[in-house]
Protein backbone atom coordinates (compact mmCIF):
# COMPACT_ATOMS: atom_id res chain seq x y z
CA UNK A 1 0.00 0.00 0.00
CA UNK A 2 1.37 3.20 -1.09
CA UNK A 3 -1.13 5.02 1.45
CA UNK A 4 1.17 6.28 5.15
CA UNK A 5 -0.64 3.28 7.57
CA UNK A 6 -0.78 5.68 10.68
CA UNK A 7 -3.48 7.15 8.66
CA UNK A 8 -5.71 4.71 8.12
CA UNK A 9 -8.63 3.61 10.53
CA UNK A 10 -8.51 0.21 12.96
CA UNK A 11 -11.35 -1.44 11.01
CA UNK A 12 -8.97 -0.52 7.48
CA UNK A 13 -6.02 -1.80 8.68
CA UNK A 14 -7.94 -5.06 9.95
CA UNK A 15 -8.86 -5.40 6.76
CA UNK A 16 -6.26 -4.55 4.86
CA UNK A 17 -4.15 -7.28 6.61
CA UNK A 18 -6.96 -9.72 5.83
CA UNK A 19 -7.25 -8.84 2.22
CA UNK A 20 -3.38 -9.18 1.96
CA UNK A 21 -3.01 -5.60 1.03
CA UNK A 22 -0.43 -4.68 3.79
CA UNK A 23 1.00 -7.48 5.97
CA UNK A 24 0.96 -7.04 10.19
CA UNK A 25 4.44 -6.16 9.84
CA UNK A 26 4.41 -3.22 7.79
CA UNK A 27 1.66 -1.59 9.75
CA UNK A 28 3.38 -1.97 13.04
CA UNK A 29 6.51 -1.02 11.40
CA UNK A 30 5.08 1.91 10.71
CA UNK A 31 3.68 2.82 13.75
CA UNK A 32 6.81 1.98 15.60
CA UNK A 33 8.60 4.51 13.32
CA UNK A 34 5.74 7.13 13.88
CA UNK A 35 6.41 6.76 17.73
CA UNK A 36 10.45 7.45 17.28
CA UNK A 37 9.71 10.57 15.77
CA UNK A 38 7.44 12.09 18.29
CA UNK A 39 7.36 10.15 21.37
CA UNK A 40 10.55 11.84 22.53
CA UNK A 41 8.31 15.00 22.81
CA UNK A 42 5.76 13.60 23.48
CA UNK A 43 6.00 10.96 26.14
CA UNK A 44 3.15 8.50 25.67
CA UNK A 45 4.74 5.58 26.32
CA UNK A 46 6.51 4.30 29.46
CA UNK A 47 7.45 1.23 27.89
CA UNK A 48 7.71 0.11 24.64
CA UNK A 49 7.84 -3.28 23.60
CA UNK A 50 8.36 -2.92 20.04
CA UNK A 51 10.25 -6.52 19.56
CA UNK A 52 7.12 -8.46 20.96
CA UNK A 53 4.85 -6.24 18.79
CA UNK A 54 6.99 -7.74 15.53
CA UNK A 55 7.07 -11.20 16.53
CA UNK A 56 3.17 -10.88 16.99
CA UNK A 57 2.89 -8.98 13.74
CA UNK A 58 5.22 -11.73 12.08
CA UNK A 59 2.71 -14.65 13.49
CA UNK A 60 -0.84 -13.08 12.31
CA UNK A 61 1.06 -12.83 8.70
CA UNK A 62 2.14 -16.53 9.28
CA UNK A 63 -1.64 -17.43 10.24
CA UNK A 64 -3.26 -15.46 6.66
CA UNK A 65 -0.17 -17.43 4.91
CA UNK A 66 -1.82 -20.53 6.70
CA UNK A 67 -5.18 -19.51 5.22
CA UNK A 68 -6.55 -19.21 8.57
CA UNK A 69 -9.11 -16.89 9.21
CA UNK A 70 -7.89 -13.62 10.95
CA UNK A 71 -9.54 -11.83 14.17
CA UNK A 72 -11.33 -8.81 13.89
CA UNK A 73 -8.21 -6.72 14.93
CA UNK A 74 -5.80 -8.76 12.60
CA UNK A 75 -2.44 -6.65 12.37
CA UNK A 76 -4.12 -3.74 14.53
CA UNK A 77 -1.18 -1.92 17.02
CA UNK A 78 -2.97 -1.18 20.74
CA UNK A 79 -1.37 1.22 23.18
CA UNK A 80 -2.25 0.09 26.93
CA UNK A 81 -2.89 2.09 29.56
CA UNK A 82 0.11 0.65 32.32
CA UNK A 83 -2.13 -0.14 34.90
CA UNK A 84 -3.67 -3.13 32.89
CA UNK A 85 -1.59 -6.39 32.83
CA UNK A 86 0.07 -7.83 29.74
CA UNK A 87 2.06 -11.05 30.68
CA UNK A 88 6.24 -10.37 30.72
CA UNK A 89 5.50 -6.55 30.73
CA UNK A 90 6.38 -4.09 33.55
CA UNK A 91 3.04 -3.12 35.58
CA UNK A 92 3.92 0.22 36.95
CA UNK A 93 0.62 1.96 37.34
CA UNK A 94 3.24 5.12 37.00
CA UNK A 95 4.24 4.50 40.46
CA UNK A 96 7.48 4.11 41.95
CA UNK A 97 5.86 1.28 44.77
CA UNK A 98 5.16 -0.75 41.21
CA UNK A 99 8.83 -0.23 39.46
CA UNK A 100 10.46 -2.95 37.89
CA UNK A 101 6.94 -5.57 38.38
CA UNK A 102 6.79 -7.42 35.90
CA UNK A 103 2.82 -8.75 34.85
CA UNK A 104 2.31 -12.39 35.61
CA UNK A 105 -0.68 -12.44 33.64
CA UNK A 106 -2.63 -11.25 30.53
CA UNK A 107 -5.89 -9.14 32.02
CA UNK A 108 -8.58 -10.71 30.56
CA UNK A 109 -9.29 -7.53 28.14
CA UNK A 110 -5.31 -7.96 26.68
CA UNK A 111 -6.23 -11.70 26.08
CA UNK A 112 -8.71 -10.84 23.89
CA UNK A 113 -6.97 -8.09 22.11
CA UNK A 114 -4.58 -10.76 21.37
CA UNK A 115 -7.19 -13.82 20.39
CA UNK A 116 -8.25 -10.84 17.97
CA UNK A 117 -5.09 -11.28 16.36
CA UNK A 118 -4.09 -7.26 17.65
CA UNK A 119 -0.40 -6.33 18.19
CA UNK A 120 0.33 -4.89 21.17
CA UNK A 121 2.74 -2.11 21.26
CA UNK A 122 3.56 -1.22 24.45
CA UNK A 123 2.37 0.95 28.10
CA UNK A 124 1.43 3.88 28.44
CA UNK A 125 1.63 7.03 31.33
CA UNK A 126 -1.27 7.66 33.97
CA UNK A 127 -1.83 9.65 36.67
CA UNK A 128 0.02 7.46 39.44
CA UNK A 129 -2.95 4.49 39.94
CA UNK A 130 -5.24 6.42 37.94
CA UNK A 131 -5.80 9.23 40.51
CA UNK A 132 -5.47 12.49 38.92
CA UNK A 133 -7.07 14.70 35.84
CA UNK A 134 -3.62 16.02 33.75
CA UNK A 135 -1.15 12.82 33.80
CA UNK A 136 1.05 14.60 35.80
CA UNK A 137 0.98 12.68 39.19
CA UNK A 138 3.24 10.00 37.22
CA UNK A 139 6.00 9.37 39.15
CA UNK A 140 7.97 8.86 35.56
CA UNK A 141 7.55 12.33 34.21
CA UNK A 142 4.83 14.44 32.58
CA UNK A 143 2.89 13.33 29.25
CA UNK A 144 2.61 16.18 26.45
CA UNK A 145 -1.10 17.27 24.54
CA UNK A 146 -0.27 16.23 20.75
CA UNK A 147 -2.09 19.31 19.95
CA UNK A 148 0.01 21.98 22.03
CA UNK A 149 2.75 20.69 24.08
CA UNK A 150 2.32 23.03 26.65
CA UNK A 151 -0.53 21.45 28.07
CA UNK A 152 -1.64 18.18 29.57
CA UNK A 153 -3.16 15.18 27.70
CA UNK A 154 -5.73 14.69 30.42
CA UNK A 155 -6.31 11.95 32.86
CA UNK A 156 -5.83 9.83 34.46
CA UNK A 157 -5.46 7.66 30.93
CA UNK A 158 -3.16 10.65 29.58
CA UNK A 159 -0.54 8.48 27.47
CA UNK A 160 -3.44 6.54 25.85
CA UNK A 161 -5.01 9.37 24.67
CA UNK A 162 -2.23 11.59 23.49
CA UNK A 163 -0.90 7.99 21.53
CA UNK A 164 -3.81 7.74 19.55
CA UNK A 165 -3.97 11.72 18.77
CA UNK A 166 -0.49 11.41 17.86
CA UNK A 167 -1.04 8.48 15.42
CA UNK A 168 1.22 6.67 17.46
CA UNK A 169 -1.41 3.59 17.83
CA UNK A 170 -4.82 3.78 16.18
CA UNK A 171 -6.47 2.21 19.09
CA UNK A 172 -5.47 2.18 22.67
CA UNK A 173 -6.99 0.85 25.86
CA UNK A 174 -7.83 2.59 29.34
CA UNK A 175 -9.73 3.02 32.86
CA UNK A 176 -12.43 5.35 33.55
CA UNK A 177 -13.24 5.56 37.55
CA UNK A 178 -14.44 9.41 36.93
CA UNK A 179 -13.49 10.51 33.84
CA UNK A 180 -10.02 9.13 32.72
CA UNK A 181 -11.25 7.80 29.41
CA UNK A 182 -13.48 10.31 28.34
CA UNK A 183 -11.45 13.69 29.61
CA UNK A 184 -8.40 12.70 28.09
CA UNK A 185 -10.02 11.54 25.50
CA UNK A 186 -11.63 15.56 24.61
CA UNK A 187 -8.77 16.91 25.44
CA UNK A 188 -6.51 15.04 22.92
CA UNK A 189 -9.13 15.10 20.23
CA UNK A 190 -10.07 11.35 20.08
CA UNK A 191 -13.22 9.33 20.57
CA UNK A 192 -13.20 7.36 24.36
CA UNK A 193 -15.81 5.15 25.64
CA UNK A 194 -16.73 4.42 29.49
CA UNK A 195 -18.62 1.53 28.76
CA UNK A 196 -21.68 0.30 31.19
CA UNK A 197 -19.99 -0.79 34.85
CA UNK A 198 -19.63 -4.23 34.64
CA UNK A 199 -19.46 -4.48 30.70
CA UNK A 200 -15.54 -4.89 30.22
CA UNK A 201 -13.66 -7.23 32.59
CA UNK A 202 -11.66 -5.88 34.91
CA UNK A 203 -9.69 -9.10 35.90
CA UNK A 204 -5.55 -7.49 35.17
CA UNK A 205 -6.53 -3.91 35.67
CA UNK A 206 -4.88 -2.89 38.79
CA UNK A 207 -7.47 -1.80 41.20
CA UNK A 208 -8.54 1.85 42.21
CA UNK A 209 -12.09 2.15 43.63
CA UNK A 210 -13.56 -0.95 42.66
CA UNK A 211 -17.27 0.13 42.72
CA UNK A 212 -16.62 2.90 39.77
CA UNK A 213 -13.91 1.09 37.78
CA UNK A 214 -14.35 0.34 34.34
CA UNK A 215 -11.91 -0.39 31.19
CA UNK A 216 -12.37 1.26 27.30
CA UNK A 217 -10.73 2.21 23.99
CA UNK A 218 -9.86 5.31 22.79
CA UNK A 219 -10.08 5.44 18.51
CA UNK A 220 -9.85 7.90 15.92
CA UNK A 221 -13.17 6.94 15.25
CA UNK A 222 -16.56 5.63 16.44
CA UNK A 223 -16.12 2.97 14.07
CA UNK A 224 -13.11 2.04 15.92
CA UNK A 225 -13.91 2.44 19.30
CA UNK A 226 -17.13 -0.16 18.57
CA UNK A 227 -14.89 -2.74 16.93
CA UNK A 228 -12.78 -2.52 20.44
CA UNK A 229 -15.08 -2.28 22.33
CA UNK A 230 -16.97 -5.87 20.83
CA UNK A 231 -13.61 -7.18 21.01
CA UNK A 232 -12.83 -6.50 24.90
CA UNK A 233 -16.80 -6.82 26.22
CA UNK A 234 -18.35 -9.62 27.34
CA UNK A 235 -18.44 -11.99 30.60
CA UNK A 236 -15.58 -13.05 32.28
CA UNK A 237 -15.77 -15.45 35.18
CA UNK A 238 -12.61 -13.88 36.84
CA UNK A 239 -14.51 -10.59 37.52
CA UNK A 240 -17.27 -11.51 40.16
CA UNK A 241 -18.86 -8.04 39.14
CA UNK A 242 -18.98 -8.87 35.38
CA UNK A 243 -22.27 -8.25 33.65
CA UNK A 244 -23.58 -11.72 32.42
CA UNK A 245 -24.28 -9.65 28.68
CA UNK A 246 -22.89 -10.99 25.66
CA UNK A 247 -20.75 -8.87 23.79
CA UNK A 248 -22.14 -5.93 21.39
CA UNK A 249 -22.02 -6.55 17.79
CA UNK A 250 -18.45 -5.69 15.99
CA UNK A 251 -20.38 -3.41 13.39
CA UNK A 252 -22.89 -0.76 14.67
CA UNK A 253 -24.69 0.87 11.21
CA UNK A 254 -24.24 4.25 11.23
CA UNK A 255 -28.14 5.45 11.12
CA UNK A 256 -29.04 7.95 8.47
CA UNK A 257 -31.05 10.73 10.45
CA UNK A 258 -31.73 10.75 14.15
CA UNK A 259 -35.65 10.83 13.61
CA UNK A 260 -37.36 9.34 16.43
CA UNK A 261 -34.10 9.58 19.28
CA UNK A 262 -34.96 12.00 21.97
CA UNK A 263 -31.87 13.85 23.44
CA UNK A 264 -31.91 15.20 26.62
CA UNK A 265 -29.99 18.22 27.96
CA UNK A 266 -29.51 18.29 31.80
CA UNK A 267 -30.03 22.24 32.56
CA UNK A 268 -27.00 21.28 35.88
CA UNK A 269 -24.27 20.98 32.83
CA UNK A 270 -25.10 24.26 31.56
CA UNK A 271 -23.68 26.38 34.80
CA UNK A 272 -21.20 29.08 35.97
CA UNK A 273 -17.68 27.48 35.57
CA UNK A 274 -18.18 25.99 32.49
CA UNK A 275 -16.13 27.89 29.54
CA UNK A 276 -18.37 30.28 27.10
CA UNK A 277 -16.17 29.09 24.34
CA UNK A 278 -16.95 25.05 25.53
CA UNK A 279 -20.31 26.15 25.75
CA UNK A 280 -20.51 27.42 22.53
CA UNK A 281 -19.63 24.20 20.98
CA UNK A 282 -21.82 22.05 22.97
CA UNK A 283 -24.68 24.28 21.57
CA UNK A 284 -23.75 23.92 18.02
CA UNK A 285 -23.21 19.91 18.71
CA UNK A 286 -26.80 19.48 19.76
CA UNK A 287 -27.96 21.90 16.92
CA UNK A 288 -26.22 19.32 15.07
CA UNK A 289 -28.26 16.39 16.54
CA UNK A 290 -31.48 18.45 16.05
CA UNK A 291 -30.64 18.70 12.27
CA UNK A 292 -30.20 15.16 11.98
CA UNK A 293 -33.83 14.51 13.60
CA UNK A 294 -33.13 14.15 17.09
CA UNK A 295 -35.69 15.93 19.44
CA UNK A 296 -34.32 17.96 22.04
CA UNK A 297 -35.62 18.33 25.61
CA UNK A 298 -34.16 19.85 28.66
CA UNK A 299 -33.90 17.39 31.57
CA UNK A 300 -33.37 17.84 35.21
CA UNK A 301 -30.27 16.31 37.08
CA UNK A 302 -30.96 18.23 40.34
CA UNK A 303 -27.93 16.18 42.65
CA UNK A 304 -25.05 16.96 40.13
CA UNK A 305 -23.76 19.80 42.44
CA UNK A 306 -22.90 16.93 44.94
CA UNK A 307 -21.20 14.14 42.49
CA UNK A 308 -18.01 15.91 42.94
CA UNK A 309 -18.07 15.82 46.96
CA UNK A 310 -19.80 12.18 46.82
CA UNK A 311 -16.99 11.17 44.11
CA UNK A 312 -14.11 12.53 46.25
CA UNK A 313 -15.46 10.41 49.58
CA UNK A 314 -16.31 7.06 48.16
CA UNK A 315 -13.16 6.92 45.36
CA UNK A 316 -10.66 7.56 48.01
CA UNK A 317 -12.47 5.16 50.76
CA UNK A 318 -12.08 2.47 47.93
CA UNK A 319 -8.33 3.20 47.42
CA UNK A 320 -7.23 3.16 50.57
CA UNK A 321 -8.55 0.04 51.15
CA UNK A 322 -7.26 -1.58 47.75
CA UNK A 323 -3.95 -0.14 47.99
CA UNK A 324 -3.75 -1.69 51.25
CA UNK A 325 -2.14 -4.58 49.55
CA UNK A 326 1.39 -2.83 48.61
CA UNK A 327 3.13 -3.23 51.93
CA UNK A 328 6.59 -3.81 50.77
CA UNK A 329 5.75 -7.82 50.96
CA UNK A 330 4.90 -9.08 47.58
CA UNK A 331 5.13 -6.73 44.84
CA UNK A 332 8.01 -4.02 43.30
CA UNK A 333 9.72 -1.60 45.86
CA UNK A 334 10.43 -2.20 49.43
CA UNK A 335 12.41 0.48 51.77
CA UNK A 336 15.66 -1.09 53.03
CA UNK A 337 16.19 1.15 55.78
CA UNK A 338 12.96 -0.59 57.56
CA UNK A 339 14.08 -2.89 60.67
CA UNK A 340 10.43 -4.23 62.07
CA UNK A 341 7.63 -5.61 59.87
CA UNK A 342 5.40 -2.59 61.06
CA UNK A 343 8.33 -0.05 59.66
CA UNK A 344 8.48 -2.24 56.50
CA UNK A 345 4.40 -1.18 55.82
CA UNK A 346 5.18 2.06 57.05
CA UNK A 347 8.37 3.62 55.19
CA UNK A 348 7.81 1.75 51.96
CA UNK A 349 4.49 2.84 51.70
CA UNK A 350 5.62 6.43 52.46
CA UNK A 351 8.56 6.63 50.33
CA UNK A 352 6.76 4.33 47.19
CA UNK A 353 3.34 6.57 46.50
CA UNK A 354 3.32 10.11 45.18
CA UNK A 355 1.60 12.86 46.72
CA UNK A 356 -1.76 12.57 45.35
CA UNK A 357 -1.84 9.25 46.53
CA UNK A 358 -0.51 9.71 49.96
CA UNK A 359 -3.41 11.97 50.00
CA UNK A 360 -6.37 9.96 48.37
CA UNK A 361 -5.33 7.23 50.78
CA UNK A 362 -5.19 9.78 54.04
CA UNK A 363 -8.36 10.98 52.62
CA UNK A 364 -10.17 7.77 52.27
CA UNK A 365 -8.78 6.39 55.57
CA UNK A 366 -10.42 9.73 57.40
CA UNK A 367 -13.78 9.10 55.67
CA UNK A 368 -13.88 5.41 57.03
CA UNK A 369 -12.56 5.94 60.27
CA UNK A 370 -14.35 5.26 63.39
CA UNK A 371 -16.51 8.56 64.30
CA UNK A 372 -16.50 10.15 60.85
CA UNK A 373 -17.62 6.62 58.95
CA UNK A 374 -21.20 7.88 58.76
CA UNK A 375 -21.02 11.77 58.05
CA UNK A 376 -18.74 11.04 55.14
CA UNK A 377 -18.71 7.49 53.52
CA UNK A 378 -22.52 6.25 54.97
CA UNK A 379 -23.33 9.78 53.92
CA UNK A 380 -22.12 9.71 50.21
CA UNK A 381 -23.79 6.03 49.47
CA UNK A 382 -26.66 7.80 50.17
CA UNK A 383 -25.95 10.75 48.06
CA UNK A 384 -24.87 8.11 45.13
CA UNK A 385 -28.35 6.65 45.25
CA UNK A 386 -29.92 10.44 44.37
CA UNK A 387 -27.51 10.45 41.49
CA UNK A 388 -28.51 7.38 40.02
CA UNK A 389 -32.31 7.81 40.64
CA UNK A 390 -31.54 11.40 38.71
CA UNK A 391 -30.80 9.38 35.77
CA UNK A 392 -32.98 6.87 35.91
CA UNK A 393 -35.72 9.75 36.14
CA UNK A 394 -33.93 11.47 32.84
CA UNK A 395 -34.14 8.20 30.96
CA UNK A 396 -37.71 7.69 31.52
CA UNK A 397 -37.78 10.56 29.25
CA UNK A 398 -34.56 10.79 26.99
CA UNK A 399 -32.99 8.22 25.10
CA UNK A 400 -29.23 9.89 25.28
CA UNK A 401 -27.62 12.78 27.65
CA UNK A 402 -25.80 15.09 25.64
CA UNK A 403 -23.25 17.65 27.26
CA UNK A 404 -20.03 18.61 27.65
CA UNK A 405 -17.03 16.51 28.42
CA UNK A 406 -15.24 18.64 30.31
CA UNK A 407 -16.02 22.26 31.04
CA UNK A 408 -12.27 23.43 29.43
CA UNK A 409 -10.56 22.25 27.19
CA UNK A 410 -6.82 21.15 27.73
CA UNK A 411 -5.24 23.60 30.45
CA UNK A 412 -1.37 24.03 31.11
CA UNK A 413 1.16 22.01 32.72
CA UNK A 414 1.01 22.98 36.48
CA UNK A 415 -2.03 25.15 36.46
CA UNK A 416 -3.75 22.97 39.09
CA UNK A 417 -0.90 20.71 40.48
CA UNK A 418 -1.37 23.26 43.64
CA UNK A 419 -4.72 22.98 44.45
CA UNK A 420 -5.96 19.39 44.90
CA UNK A 421 -10.03 21.15 44.68
CA UNK A 422 -9.35 23.05 41.09
CA UNK A 423 -8.08 19.69 39.91
CA UNK A 424 -10.96 17.32 41.30
CA UNK A 425 -13.48 20.59 39.34
CA UNK A 426 -12.64 19.44 36.02
CA UNK A 427 -14.15 15.59 36.61
CA UNK A 428 -17.62 17.73 37.31
CA UNK A 429 -19.34 15.92 34.17
CA UNK A 430 -17.74 12.33 33.70
CA UNK A 431 -17.86 11.39 37.37
CA UNK A 432 -22.00 11.35 37.52
CA UNK A 433 -21.96 8.01 34.50
CA UNK A 434 -19.16 6.39 37.26
CA UNK A 435 -21.42 6.90 40.00
CA UNK A 436 -24.84 5.98 38.31
CA UNK A 437 -22.50 3.14 36.44
CA UNK A 438 -23.92 3.82 32.86
CA UNK A 439 -22.34 4.09 29.45
CA UNK A 440 -20.93 7.41 27.81
CA UNK A 441 -18.40 8.04 25.68
CA UNK A 442 -16.66 11.81 24.39
CA UNK A 443 -16.82 12.45 20.76
CA UNK A 444 -14.48 15.61 19.36
CA UNK A 445 -16.75 18.55 18.69
CA UNK A 446 -14.58 21.22 16.98
CA UNK A 447 -12.44 23.44 18.16
CA UNK A 448 -11.47 26.06 20.26
CA UNK A 449 -9.85 29.88 18.54
CA UNK A 450 -6.59 28.84 19.70
CA UNK A 451 -6.62 25.43 18.27
CA UNK A 452 -7.64 23.38 21.00
CA UNK A 453 -9.87 20.21 20.77
CA UNK A 454 -13.31 20.20 22.85
CA UNK A 455 -15.39 16.82 23.44
CA UNK A 456 -19.28 16.41 23.18
CA UNK A 457 -20.28 14.23 25.94
CA UNK A 458 -23.32 11.53 25.46
CA UNK A 459 -24.72 9.43 28.12
CA UNK A 460 -26.91 6.80 27.89
CA UNK A 461 -28.25 4.15 30.24
CA UNK A 462 -26.75 0.91 31.84
CA UNK A 463 -26.02 -1.40 28.74
CA UNK A 464 -27.27 0.32 26.10
CA UNK A 465 -23.76 0.71 24.26
CA UNK A 466 -24.85 0.19 20.96
CA UNK A 467 -27.28 3.44 21.19
CA UNK A 468 -24.92 5.36 22.18
CA UNK A 469 -22.24 4.26 19.39
CA UNK A 470 -25.25 4.65 16.55
CA UNK A 471 -25.59 8.16 17.29
CA UNK A 472 -21.97 9.59 18.37
CA UNK A 473 -21.31 7.64 14.79
CA UNK A 474 -23.92 9.82 13.00
CA UNK A 475 -22.85 13.12 14.78
CA UNK A 476 -19.50 11.89 13.87
CA UNK A 477 -20.53 11.58 10.11
CA UNK A 478 -22.37 14.83 10.24
CA UNK A 479 -19.95 17.18 11.39
CA UNK A 480 -16.21 15.51 10.42
CA UNK A 481 -14.70 17.30 13.01
CA UNK A 482 -11.75 14.82 13.67
CA UNK A 483 -8.75 16.60 12.61
CA UNK A 484 -5.19 15.29 13.60
CA UNK A 485 -2.94 17.80 15.52
CA UNK A 486 -0.02 19.49 13.86
CA UNK A 487 1.84 19.27 10.37
CA UNK A 488 -0.63 17.16 9.01
CA UNK A 489 -4.47 17.59 9.89
CA UNK A 490 -6.67 15.02 8.51
CA UNK A 491 -9.08 12.18 9.52
CA UNK A 492 -8.18 8.65 9.75
CA UNK A 493 -9.00 6.92 6.50
CA UNK A 494 -11.63 4.04 6.62
CA UNK B 1 -13.35 21.51 59.41
CA UNK B 2 -10.00 21.89 60.35
CA UNK B 3 -7.72 18.50 60.11
CA UNK B 4 -4.87 18.95 63.27
CA UNK B 5 -1.32 17.96 62.28
CA UNK B 6 -2.38 15.78 65.27
CA UNK B 7 -5.03 14.05 63.05
CA UNK B 8 -2.76 13.53 60.52
CA UNK B 9 -0.45 11.55 62.40
CA UNK B 10 -3.03 9.58 63.62
CA UNK B 11 -4.40 8.91 60.40
CA UNK B 12 -1.01 8.54 58.51
CA UNK B 13 -0.58 5.66 61.37
CA UNK B 14 -4.10 4.20 60.61
CA UNK B 15 -2.83 4.13 56.63
CA UNK B 16 0.40 2.89 57.22
CA UNK B 17 2.35 5.66 55.99
CA UNK B 18 5.13 7.46 57.32
CA UNK B 19 5.54 11.01 56.69
CA UNK B 20 7.66 13.65 56.98
CA UNK B 21 7.08 16.81 58.76
CA UNK B 22 6.53 18.80 56.29
CA UNK B 23 4.28 16.32 54.61
CA UNK B 24 1.92 16.32 57.78
CA UNK B 25 1.59 20.02 57.69
CA UNK B 26 1.45 20.65 54.30
CA UNK B 27 -1.69 17.48 54.28
CA UNK B 28 -3.62 18.97 57.18
CA UNK B 29 -3.60 22.12 54.94
CA UNK B 30 -4.90 20.25 52.33
CA UNK B 31 -7.20 17.56 53.79
CA UNK B 32 -8.67 20.60 55.73
CA UNK B 33 -9.37 22.75 52.18
CA UNK B 34 -10.88 19.56 50.40
CA UNK B 35 -13.19 18.39 53.25
CA UNK B 36 -14.45 21.87 54.04
CA UNK B 37 -15.18 21.55 50.15
CA UNK B 38 -17.19 18.51 50.79
CA UNK B 39 -19.35 19.67 53.91
CA UNK B 40 -22.11 21.18 51.80
CA UNK B 41 -23.10 17.15 51.41
CA UNK B 42 -24.19 17.50 55.29
CA UNK B 43 -27.21 20.06 53.95
CA UNK B 44 -28.36 17.08 51.09
CA UNK B 45 -30.96 15.75 52.84
CA UNK B 46 -30.78 11.44 52.75
CA UNK B 47 -33.62 10.48 55.40
CA UNK B 48 -34.85 7.44 53.98
CA UNK B 49 -32.29 7.21 51.34
CA UNK B 50 -30.88 3.87 50.79
CA UNK B 51 -27.02 3.55 50.79
CA UNK B 52 -25.73 2.21 47.24
CA UNK B 53 -22.29 0.43 47.27
CA UNK B 54 -23.49 -1.89 43.43
CA UNK B 55 -25.01 -0.19 40.73
CA UNK B 56 -26.01 -3.00 38.61
CA UNK B 57 -28.01 -4.69 41.12
CA UNK B 58 -25.55 -7.31 40.29
CA UNK B 59 -24.81 -9.61 43.82
CA UNK B 60 -21.21 -11.53 44.31
CA UNK B 61 -21.28 -13.95 41.76
CA UNK B 62 -18.53 -16.56 43.09
CA UNK B 63 -17.11 -19.25 40.50
CA UNK B 64 -16.82 -22.98 40.98
CA UNK B 65 -14.09 -23.61 43.77
CA UNK B 66 -11.75 -25.53 41.30
CA UNK B 67 -8.26 -25.06 41.81
CA UNK B 68 -6.23 -24.79 38.58
CA UNK B 69 -2.48 -24.15 38.26
CA UNK B 70 -1.51 -20.77 37.99
CA UNK B 71 0.82 -20.61 34.74
CA UNK B 72 3.48 -18.50 36.09
CA UNK B 73 3.94 -18.88 39.75
CA UNK B 74 7.94 -17.98 39.52
CA UNK B 75 7.04 -14.66 38.18
CA UNK B 76 4.72 -13.70 41.14
CA UNK B 77 7.63 -14.96 43.71
CA UNK B 78 9.92 -12.55 41.73
CA UNK B 79 7.77 -9.65 41.95
CA UNK B 80 8.38 -9.96 45.79
CA UNK B 81 11.57 -7.91 46.76
CA UNK B 82 12.68 -10.32 48.98
CA UNK B 83 11.98 -14.55 48.64
CA UNK B 84 12.91 -17.70 49.90
CA UNK B 85 12.57 -20.75 47.81
CA UNK B 86 8.90 -20.70 47.11
CA UNK B 87 8.16 -18.24 49.58
CA UNK B 88 7.75 -14.55 50.57
CA UNK B 89 10.12 -13.14 52.90
CA UNK B 90 8.84 -11.17 55.89
CA UNK B 91 10.34 -9.61 58.34
CA UNK B 92 9.60 -11.43 62.17
CA UNK B 93 5.45 -10.87 63.12
CA UNK B 94 5.68 -11.73 66.68
CA UNK B 95 8.72 -11.17 69.13
Keep these: ??????????????????????????????????????????????????????????????????????????????????????????????????????????????????????????????DEFAMGSSTENSAFGRTANPWDLSRVPGGSSGGSAAAVAARMAPLALGSDTGGSIRQPAAFCGVVGLKPTYGRVSRYGLVAFASSLDQVGPFAGTVEDAALAFSVVAGHD????????????????????DLKGVRVGLPREYFVEGLDPEVERAIRSAVETLKSLGATIKEVGLPHTKHAISTYYIIAPSEASANLARFDGVRYGFVDRGAKTLEEV???????????????????????????????????????????????RDAFAEVDLIAGPTAPTAAFRFGEKTDDPVAMYLSDVFTIPSNLAGNASLSVPCGLTAGGLPLG??????????????????????????????????????? | MSVTEADVRRIAKLARLRLSDDEVSRYGGQ????????????????????????????????????PRPFPDRERLLDNAPEREGPYFKVRKVLE
Design chain 1, 456 to 494: LQLIADAFQEERLLAVAGAFEAARACLFWPGESPGNPSK
Design chain 1, 1 to 126: MSEDLTRLSAVRLARAVRDGEASAEDVVRAHLRRIEDKDPQIKAFLTLTADAALSQARAVDEKRRRGATLGALAGVPVAIKDNIQVAGVETTCASRMLKGHVAAYDATCVARLKAADAVLLGKTNL
Design chain 1, 345 to 391: YEFTRGAGFGPEVKRRIMLGTYALSSGYYDAYYAKAQRARTLIARDF
Design chain 2, 31 to 66: LSKILEAMAELGALDTSGVPATSSVTGAVNEPRADE
Design chain 1, 237 to 256: PMDATSARRPAPPARIPVPA
